[in-house]
């Protein structure tokens, strides 16, 4: 008996069946057995049995449609591209849940590339998804600086481009949720960690904080204000921020951050100083990441609706690239934070010490 070359063997179980041959093999016409495999053979009134034979016999003979192919025929690859600027715990990979929520019940296929705030990734990243044939592009926290050809939604981009609709968050409405929290509680004494330069919430976001703090009666003190510079991942700018508060020794009761992860650096810090959080200084944070509930205190903090926002991108994204441009969005959209208070938040020291209640500040919203 003489057997096959196991290479030759493997090379026949691995062939695969070109469209022609499979239609040959069941008697019926290519266009037929097209239909089938593309998922439109309801349109077209194929019976269920000719669905079921097409199939069984696609998986026999190791038939696979060519995506690309389809794609160019169609003129629509059902691909996006989603740039974020890193993924790991934190905002961006919340955003993300809820894009891919929609994305994959809407049959769409997506690339996601991270440029970890280098500039020269930012500025290649959208040609290079471009040349993977994206019908639009999610841009999370990250500034693109051009109008593209395809449509664009940003969140928290805060770009002004014909292609690109804005989700945005209503920083003023968020700022006014912890402030006026530290307020109810007595403190006066404020410190603020502002978000790194290169963040696009950056800006709005202390605009706000400066517009409420002036509304409400909260002094910002230039020497209590300082910013998230470190770019590595995790607490790790939080703790060198908190580390500068410190050693300007400008005396503090609440620390407002501007994402969790540095806030809980910050409490990682006062505590490795001997402060204890909240009943010496109270520490309210931004985002409500998974790990804000169960970090040591629980922490109180602004909630950004991350995975609506990234279900809401998803959404308007897919009806722009399904509608004419006269008919996309012509503004932003807007969503509203939450506030969660937990146990990283407390009266004010000097209150305690007198065994005084905090003075209520009745908001108008």
Not at 105 to 129: A, D, K, T
Not at 168 to 194: P, S
Not at 224 to 238: F, M
Request: charged fraction near 20%; glycine fraction near 6%; charge should be positive.
């Amino acid at each position: 008996m003489i057997s096959k070359p196991r290479n030759e063997s493997r090379s026949k179980a691995s062939a695969k069946a070109s469209l022609k041959e499979l239609a040959l093999h069941l008697g019926l016409s290519q266009t037929t057995v097209s239909r089938v495999i593309n998922g439109s053979a309801g349109a077209y009134r194929i019976s269920a049995a000719t669905q079921e034979r097409v199939k069984a016999a696609a998986a026999k003979l190791n038939y696979r449609a060519s995506t690309l192919a389809r794609s160019l025929r169609s003129k629509q690859s059902k691909t996006v591209g989603v740039i974020v600027p890193e993924i790991s715990e934190g905002y961006s990979t919340g955003v993300l849940s809820g894009i891919e929520d929609v994305l994959l019940v809407s049959g769409f296929f997506y690339f996601v590339v991270s440029h970890r705030h280098q500039p020269e990734l930012l500025r290649e990243y959208p040609s290079l998804l471009l040349s993977r044939e994206v019908e639009g592009i999610i841009a999370v926290d990250s500034a693109l600086g051009e109008d593209l050809p395809v449509p664009v939604v940003a969140v928290s981009g805060h770009s002004r481009c014909k292609s690109m609709v804005n989700i945005e968050l209503d920083q003023v409405l968020a700022a006014r949720y912890a402030l006026e929290h530290l307020q109810h509680l007595g403190h006066k004494d404020v410190a603020f960690i502002k978000g790194q330069s290169y963040s696009s919430d950056t800006r709005s976001r202390w605009r706000a904080i400066c517009k409420v703090a002036a509304d409400i009666g909260i002094a910002i003190n230039p020497h209590l204000v300082v910013q998230l510079e470190d770019p590595g991942l995790g607490t790790a700018p939080g703790r060198a921020a908190t580390v500068k508060l410190l050693e300007r020794n400008v005396p503090f009761t609440a620390i407002f951050a501007f994402n969790d992860l540095a806030a809980i650096g910050a409490i990682t810090v006062l505590r490795e100083a001997g402060i204890d959080v909240p009943s010496q200084v109270s520490v309210v944070g931004f985002d409500d990441i998974l790990s804000a509930a169960t970090n040591n205190p629980a922490l109180t903090t602004v909630r950004q609706p991350m995975q609506e926002m990234g279900r809401v991108a998803a959404t308007t994204l897919l009806q722009m690239i399904r509608s004419e441009e006269a008919n996309w969005p012509k503004q932003g959209i807007h969503v509203l934070p939450t506030f969660v208070e937990r146990q990283s938040t407390a009266i004010a020291p000097h209150l305690r010490k007198k065994g005084l209640e905090p003075v209520v500040f009745r908001s108008a919203l």
